[in-house]
């Protein structure tokens, strides 16, 4: 894919501004391609491609689940995990309004809203991950060990193969 004239997003000024070390890696978006679509075209394990999903607690309340692209989050026992009665997707235009991301682009880094970040445990045991930088079509690639670094997510285990 051709790389944009101007790459800098509100996700790589966050990272830059924290001294975060990353590479940035384009492909072909496709609507609905998922996780998967980045990890085919990048030639990486989709268990790397790290999505970055928007949900809102029972009162609407909204957090962010950074999980592995190959899996799917256990909505049920993430509530648990993290002290909510109930957690589900956030719609759309919501998860917009949250992140100041369009969906297929969202980054956990310099979202609009302040919002507690959980992680899947096991995203530590990569070497390395590739995130949404903010823009649908654009991953940026940093150490596991960065995001903990930076955002101090809430570790859990709420993994469900795809």
């Known amino acids: 894919m051709k790389r944009p004239s101007h790459s800098e997003t509100p996700a790589t000024q966050f990272l830059r501004k924290h001294g975060v070390a990353f590479g940035e890696n384009y492909y072909d978006y496709v609507e ?9 075209q990048l030639g990486v394990p989709g268990s790397e491609v790290v999505k970055t999903l928007v949900m809102e607690d029972e009162r609407g309340a909204p957090l962010v689940v950074l999980m592995h692209g190959d899996c799917k989050v256990s909505t049920k026992n993430l509530a648990r995990q993290a002290g909510r009665k109930r957690v589900e997707p956030c719609r759309p235009e919501v998860a917009q309004r949250h992140s100041g ?47 903990v670094r930076v955002l101090a997510p809430q570790l859990v285990e709420v993994a469900l193969e795809d």
């Open 32 to 40: 609905h391609g998922g996780a998967e679509r980045g990890a085919d």
């Open 101 to 147: 991301y369009q969906v297929g682009g969202t980054s956990p880094f310099g979202t609009r809203k302040a919002m507690p970040v959980y992680m899947q445990r096991s995203i530590l045991d990569l070497p390395r991950v590739y995130l949404n930088g903010g823009r649908r079509g654009y991953l940026l690639c940093l150490a596991p060990d960065e995001i």
